[in-house]
């Protein structure tokens, strides 16, 4: 009974590995490789173009008065 036990447990171990853990990781492994190759191709297209990134030197938002308040009456 032991040893068929064992065997059910090698034999449900091998299946989790070989069918989901292997290939969930090749499949993550090609989608990084794809990123990367993406990221190369777009770096050459604006080296290409003479895109430089400038530094933002955004400002916050000042904020103006929108003029005076309006007193208003609610009609029933």
Known sequence: ?????FALLAYILYQFIFK????????????????????????????????SPQPSTTEPPKKTKAGDYIEFEEIK
């Open 1 to 5: 009974m032991k040893y068929i036990l």
């Open 20 to 51: 989901l853990v292997i290939p969930v990781y090749l499949a993550s492994r090609k989608i990084k490789r794809g990123f990367r190759e993406m990221q190369s191709r777009m770096e050459e297209q604006m080296q290409q173009q003479g895109y």
